[in-house]
């Protein structure tokens, strides 16, 4: 009697320590305050399992146990709802089961796309009108010390993608989750780079990623446009790439490169300058990131021209090089 006693008060201990657990996970915010906001999507289909393990990856939770837990105990665990959902600073797991059970996704949202540069970023966010526009009147060097960046140019900081977010919202804030999402994808991806890149710290690779993101728009091309681009750089070559002219001639270009153009010297001009530019010149996606870093320098190309249909020819020698020019620049066949 006294040992069914025992095990009595021992499972009932047992029970409280449970409770006590649970509701201290369910009510411990996931999110601090300086946190910035989240965008966490669900797909339609997708199990409590899934998202849980989901959820650990974009470092929301630190264990997926706990809310697979929660919800069945809570007897909605085939409740999920697809959609988008904005997760704001100090949202707790019981908060966070309600809204993905509940289908209180974010229903607004803006896209920058690949290759934009942050004058564009700048006018996307100013034509959205559910945005709070806190940025207009700023310059970029006070938008950066805004959203406590410590970089003074803008180009490149910030990651291409669609933000989903709710009414209101202010556009530093929208700006503020590019920028750190830009800065985990570059910290991750460097974590992986190739050995002997002519690189010394992430943000040169972030400028090779601007350039490969401007000269190709076809996936399969990345890597060996960055491949020609490294094997440039170690051979002392300047990297003669129209993108960063372009560029540096700003609001003063009409849409037609000119000779006199290639031959006037500014910071951006890699015709008359060794090396990689001073900043990035658009911002670069996650493949244009990638190939940066996991350059194909093994085929030994030194050169590429486009072919008038958006893919390029590559070649190792001038005198192939200068063979695929005529053929497909200057229509000599």
Request: proline share 5%; hydrophobic share 40%.
């Amino acid at each position: 009697m006294r040992l069914l006693l025992k095990l009595g008060i021992l499972l009932g201990a047992l029970v409280s320590l449970a409770a006590a657990w649970l509701w201290h996970f369910a009510h411990t915010p996931v999110l601090s305050e300086a946190s910035a906001s989240v965008t966490f999507s669900v797909k339609a289909g997708s199990t409590l399992r899934t998202v849980s393990r989901q959820l650990v990856e974009a470092g929301i939770l630190e264990e997926p146990w706990s809310f697979s837990i929660m919800a069945r105990l809570m007897g909605r665990a085939s409740d999920l709802k697809a959609g988008n959902y904005l997760l704001e600073p100090g949202l707790t797991p019981y908060r966070l089961l309600k809204m993905l059970t509940n289908g209180d996704v974010a229903q607004l949202g803006i896209t920058f796309i690949e290759g934009w540069t942050f004058r564009q970023f700048r006018e996307a966010l100013n034509r959205h009108e559910h945005i709070q526009h806190l940025s207009m009147q700023l310059s970029d060097e006070e938008i950066l010390r805004r959203i406590g960046a410590s970089e003074r140019h803008p180009e490149g900081l910030f990651f291409p993608d669609t933000y989903y977010f709710s009414s209101n919202l202010s556009d530093l804030d929208i700006l503020q989750r590019a920028y750190r999402a830009m800065q985990q994808k570059l910290e991750q991806a460097w974590k992986t780079r190739a050995p002997g890149l002519p690189y010394s710290t992430p943000y040169q690779a972030l400028i090779m990623a601007s350039i490969i993101e401007k000269e190709t728009g076809k996936p399969e091309e990345r890597r060996r446009i960055a491949g020609v681009f490294v094997n440039r750089l170690k051979r002392g070559m300047r990297l003669q790439t129209d993108p960063t002219v372009i560029y540096g001639l700003g609001s003063n270009f009409d849409g037609n490169l000119r000779k006199r153009d290639l031959l006037t010297d500014n910071p951006y001009n890699t015709y008359t300058r060794s090396g990689l530019p001073p900043t990035p010149i658009a911002m670069p996606g996650l493949g244009a990131i990638e190939a940066a870093l996991n350059p194909d320098v093994e085929s030994g190309y030194l050169y590429f021209v486009g072919k008038g249909d958006g893919s390029h020819v590559f070649s190792r020698t001038l005198t192939e090089h200068n063979r695929a020019v005529a053929r497909y620049q200057l229509k000599r066949y």
